[in-house]
């Protein structure tokens, strides 16, 4: 009897009388009858250990021998008789089994009484508490309608849809006093667990079942935001989760009429709301790799399921400004290197600096190179700079915004301890904690590289150079060690180094994989290439062999200069053997189910085409267009002194075609050349060589060129 809760009498059958002593007014019971039956209610076990603690017992009926009741609670001392229970012989109580639905219909009423509710979500999510549903279920006895439920409690919940549906009915709720301001109040945000969603006016935002707007005072339904604190994002960004947080908070419900056993009346209701993260595997090491029911956060739905949102129609839609809030923020998107950016603040307007935090991912998602809000175009033959309009998210944007690998904004550490630091070094600007950032997508391609950096005899190399990610933190610039490349040779390229022909067009015999030769991307081969580019210089070419040698200096003796570009291709070469199945895609460990899933979530599907790394946006090498293979469209049209008429981009293989053929492959040698193309034809515009003196302009185009190539 201890955890079943109050009992409520109903009658003796057929009845019993009582009087009442004039002299002393104590009651004395006539029993006119043997039996009285009585109904106990559920109530909630003060128990920790038992199954019913935090959770409703359920109603019984019970009949009684009155007889014994009485002489029983005649045999206790008086000063129990209110506070114990009654000890009856087993015999005189029995348990009434119930035949269809509860209540038994003995005439019995039940008080209101305060209820125990809960309701839970995700991290990354607005949770919604629909309060007059949950009190509903919580009268009945029944499962929580967000619940797993299994099948036999569908069929409790669905064999009582008709009082739910009147209860809900006929139930009021409401806060009690300051239990709504303290999940408003500012001075709080940073330690309390979750904030109410309200509207500017700091009216509580609810919804119908449909999603139309209306009141909380109608629907019982309101919002809230699990807080995401300065220290909470240091966490996330730094590949950390939050564990969980909760917040328990004191309602009241009114029921307006009476339903079934329920009387009308008002009582309290203790809500507890809980949001969880998702849980990290054991084995897990990529910050992706998270279960795929559970990243931390689920779809949106509703209203803003595969549509496109204008930011500036967000001011109209408060709910949906929450959603994308928080999801921003529980990914670690807000302050960065672009101009204006800031940390987001979870409160339903979508002020500047987030526009450009939603700009930013909305470029992340598409793929698109650097981040822009503007672009210069031509007005009136003067150059104009035209701002972006207010970002509108494609419904593209939306989707990345609910998918399971969605790019997360992260903070690179690359201290002793840390997981990047085994591996890699920072060669960004310290001083500046927004230079070593980007997305998780950056992150996990060079966490997947560290243990895969390694000789032919599968020693370690030396640690990879991180240069930074770019603004949009989807570009892995991978630097070039010192100890491969000397800065004299980074700064420009030795004039007698051969940047041309260096590769062969036909496969040598000791390429491993002949048949992948200028076919498909395959490691074995790319490590023997890489091997040619042991300071491919003129002065390291041998004589008979026709094969570069082991010095790798191009310098002098005086002044060596380290030319290891076989050993910073192998660099490159080792990141992107990653991502390739004819690399180390299939060695990479998942921690949680369905690895194969979850590796090509994270890295593509180890081929080329569908690699986590854009091959079409490679970069390997400097950036100076002004030689071989960089030679672009634009570039030569600068070279050539951008002739009106001619269609630049028709030059570019020949030219290179022609460079290769009769040996044009080092600095010195392309700009003695591409000066003569553009001294005879007049910047390629005309087929027949000038006859008279040469100009001026020539020399100095070819100083122009010769001074980004040291002698």
Not at 54 to 59: A, D, E, G, N, V
Not at 110 to 116: G, T
Not at 358 to 381: A, H, N, P, T, W
């Given at each position: 009897?201890?955890?079943?809760g109050?009992?409520?009498f109903?009658?003796?059958?057929p009845?019993?009388?009582?009087?009442?002593?004039?002299?002393?007014?104590?009651?004395?019971?006539?029993?006119?009858?043997?039996t009285?039956?009585?109904?106990?209610?559920?109530?909630?076990?003060?128990?920790m250990?038992?199954?019913?603690?935090?959770?409703?017992?359920?109603?019984?009926?019970h009949?009684?021998n009155v007889?014994?009741?009485?002489?029983?609670?005649?045999a206790?001392?008086?000063?129990?008789?209110?506070?114990?229970?009654?000890q009856?012989?087993?015999?005189?109580e029995q348990?009434?089994p119930?035949?269809?639905?509860?209540?038994?219909?003995v005439?019995?009423f039940?008080?209101?009484?305060?209820?125990?509710?809960?309701?839970?979500?995700?991290?990354?999510?607005?949770?919604?508490?629909?309060?007059?549903?949950l009190?509903?279920?919580a009268?009945l006895?029944?499962?929580?309608?967000?619940d797993?439920?299994?099948?036999?409690?569908?069929?409790?919940?669905?064999?009582?849809?008709h009082?739910?549906?009147?209860?809900i009915?006929?139930?009021s709720?409401?806060?009690?006093?300051?239990?709504?301001?303290?999940?408003?109040?500012?001075?709080?945000?940073?330690t309390?667990g979750?904030?109410?969603?309200?509207?500017?006016?700091?009216?509580i935002v609810?919804?119908?079942?449909?999603?139309?707007?209306?009141?909380?005072?109608?629907?019982?339904r309101?919002f809230?935001?699990?807080?995401?604190?300065r220290?909470d994002?240091?966490?996330?960004?730094?590949?950390?989760?939050?564990?969980?947080?909760?917040i328990?908070?004191e309602?009241?419900?009114?029921?307006?009429?009476?339903?079934?056993?329920?009387?009308e009346?008002t009582?309290?209701?203790f809500?507890?709301?809980?949001?969880?993260?998702y849980?990290?595997?054991?084995?897990?090491?990529?910050?992706?790799?998270?279960?795929?029911?559970?990243?931390?956060?689920?779809d949106?739905g509703?209203?803003?399921?595969g549509?496109a949102?204008?930011?500036?129609?967000?001011?109209?839609?408060?709910?949906?400004s929450y959603?994308i809030?928080?999801?921003?923020?529980?990914?670690?998107?807000?302050?960065?290197?672009?101009?204006?950016?800031?940390e987001i603040?979870?409160?339903?307007?979508?002020?500047?600096s987030?526009g450009?935090?939603?700009?930013?991912?909305?470029?992340?998602?598409?793929?698109k190179?650097e981040?822009k809000?503007?672009?210069?175009?031509?007005?009136?033959?003067?150059?104009?700079?035209?701002?972006?309009?207010?970002?509108?998210?494609l419904?593209?944007?939306?989707?990345w915004?609910?998918?399971y690998?969605?790019p997360?904004?992260?903070?690179?550490?690359?201290?002793?301890?840390?997981?990047?630091?085994a591996g890699w070094?920072?060669?960004?600007?310290?001083?500046?904690s927004?230079?070593?950032?980007?997305?998780?997508?950056?992150?996990?391609?060079?966490v997947?590289?560290?243990?895969?950096?390694k000789?032919?005899?599968?020693?370690?190399r030396?640690?990879l150079?991180?240069?930074?990610?770019?603004?949009?933190g989807?570009r892995l610039?991978l630097?070039?060690?010192?100890?491969?490349?000397?800065q004299?040779n980074?700064?420009?390229?030795?004039?007698?180094?051969?940047?041309?022909?260096?590769i062969?067009k036909k496969?040598?015999?000791?390429?491993?994989?002949p048949?992948?030769?200028?076919?498909?991307?395959d490691?074995?081969?790319?490590?023997?290439?890489?091997a040619?580019?042991?300071?491919?210089?003129?002065?390291?070419?041998?004589?008979t062999?026709g094969?570069?040698?082991?010095n790798?200096?191009?310098?002098?003796?005086?002044?060596?200069?380290?030319?290891?570009q076989?050993?910073?291709?192998?660099?490159?070469v080792?990141?992107?053997?990653?991502?390739?199945?004819?690399g180390?895609?299939?060695?990479?460990?998942?921690?949680n189910?369905?690895?194969?899933?979850?590796?090509?979530?994270?890295?593509?599907?180890?081929?080329?085409?569908?690699s986590?790394?854009d091959?079409?946006?490679?970069?390997?090498?400097?950036t100076?267009?002004?030689?071989?293979?960089?030679?672009?469209?634009?570039?030569?049209?600068?070279?050539?002194?951008?002739?009106?008429?001619?269609?630049?981009?028709?030059?570019?293989?020949?030219?290179q075609?022609?460079?290769l053929?009769?040996?044009?492959?080092?600095p010195?040698?392309i700009?003695?050349?591409l000066?003569?193309?553009?001294?005879e034809?007049t910047?390629?515009?005309?087929?027949?060589?000038?006859?008279?003196?040469y100009?001026?302009?020539?020399?100095s185009?070819?100083?122009?060129?010769?001074?980004?190539?040291?002698?």
């Amino acid at each position: 009897m201890s955890e079943r809760g109050d009992t409520n009498f109903t009658r003796a059958i057929p009845s019993a009388a009582e009087t009442r002593c004039l002299l002393c007014g104590k009651i004395y019971v006539q029993v006119l009858s043997k039996t009285l039956l009585g109904q106990l209610k559920g109530g909630y076990s003060g128990n920790m250990s038992s199954p019913y603690w935090l959770k409703q017992l359920p109603s019984q009926a019970h009949a009684w021998n009155v007889e014994a009741l009485i002489l029983a609670a005649l045999a206790m001392p008086e000063q129990d008789r209110m506070s114990k229970h009654i000890q009856l012989p087993l015999d005189a109580e029995q348990l009434v089994p119930q035949q269809g639905a509860w209540p038994l219909s003995v005439g019995t009423f039940f008080d209101l009484e305060p209820v125990k509710v809960s309701v839970e979500g995700r991290m990354g999510d607005v949770i919604e508490v629909d309060l007059k549903h949950l009190i509903a279920h919580a009268m009945l006895g029944l499962p929580r309608p967000d619940d797993e439920l299994s099948d036999a409690d569908k069929e409790k919940i669905l064999a009582k849809k008709h009082e739910i549906e009147q209860l809900i009915t006929n139930l009021s709720v409401d806060f009690v006093a300051k239990e709504k301001d303290r999940l408003v109040d500012e001075a709080t945000q940073e330690t309390r667990g979750m904030t109410l969603v309200t509207k500017a006016d700091k009216s509580i935002v609810s919804c119908t079942e449909s999603g139309a707007d209306a009141s909380f005072e109608l629907t019982g339904r309101f919002f809230v935001v699990p807080n995401i604190s300065r220290k909470d994002l240091t966490t996330l960004r730094a590949g950390g989760n939050l564990g969980t947080k909760d917040i328990q908070l004191e309602l009241s419900y009114t029921l307006g009429k009476e339903v079934g056993s329920f009387k009308e009346g008002t009582a309290k209701a203790f809500l507890t709301i809980t949001a969880n993260d998702y849980i990290k595997a054991d084995k897990a090491i990529f910050f992706g790799d998270r279960p795929l029911d559970d990243p931390g956060y689920s779809d949106f739905g509703g209203s803003m399921k595969g549509k496109a949102i204008a930011a500036e129609s967000l001011a109209n839609d408060v709910l949906s400004s929450y959603r994308i809030e928080q999801r921003l923020k529980y990914l670690g998107y807000g302050i960065s290197s672009v101009e204006g950016s800031d940390e987001i603040k979870v409160d339903g307007l979508i002020d500047k600096s987030e526009g450009i935090v939603l700009r930013k991912f909305s470029q992340i998602v598409q793929g698109k190179s650097e981040y822009k809000d503007s672009e210069e175009v031509i007005v009136k033959k003067k150059s104009t700079t035209v701002r972006y309009p207010p970002i509108t998210l494609l419904a593209s944007d939306i989707g990345w915004l609910n998918a399971y690998n969605a790019p997360h904004w992260m903070q690179y550490e690359f201290g002793m301890g840390s997981v990047l630091g085994a591996g890699w070094e920072s060669k960004t600007d310290t001083s500046r904690s927004t230079h070593t950032m980007g997305t998780s997508w950056v992150y996990d391609l060079m966490v997947s590289v560290k243990d895969n950096n390694k000789t032919a005899d599968n020693k370690g190399r030396e640690k990879l150079w991180f240069s930074g990610a770019d603004l949009l933190g989807t570009r892995l610039n991978l630097g070039v060690n010192a100890n491969y490349v000397s800065q004299a040779n980074k700064d420009q390229v030795n004039g007698k180094d051969v940047v041309l022909g260096v590769i062969p067009k036909k496969p040598a015999t000791n390429i491993p994989n002949p048949m992948a030769y200028e076919k498909q991307w395959d490691f074995d081969n790319a490590k023997v290439l890489a091997a040619l580019l042991l300071n491919p210089n003129l002065n390291n070419l041998g004589a008979t062999s026709g094969t570069f040698g082991a010095n790798a200096n191009n310098g002098t003796d005086e002044k060596p200069q380290l030319n290891k570009q076989d050993e910073a291709l192998l660099d490159f070469v080792n990141v992107y053997a990653s991502t390739q199945k004819s690399g180390f895609w299939d060695s990479i460990n998942i921690g949680n189910g369905d690895a194969e899933t979850i590796r090509k979530a994270l890295f593509g599907d180890g081929s080329q085409s569908g690699s986590v790394i854009d091959s079409k946006q490679l970069l390997i090498g400097g950036t100076a267009s002004l030689i071989g293979s960089s030679m672009t469209k634009e570039s030569l049209s600068t070279f050539m002194g951008n002739v009106s008429g001619v269609v630049y981009a028709d030059w570019i293989e020949p030219l290179q075609q022609a460079m290769l053929e009769f040996d044009i492959t080092t600095p010195q040698r392309i700009a003695a050349f591409l000066a003569q193309v553009r001294a005879e034809t007049t910047g390629l515009k005309k087929m027949k060589e000038d006859i008279g003196p040469y100009r001026v302009g020539v020399v100095s185009f070819y100083t122009k060129l010769i001074r980004y190539f040291s002698p």
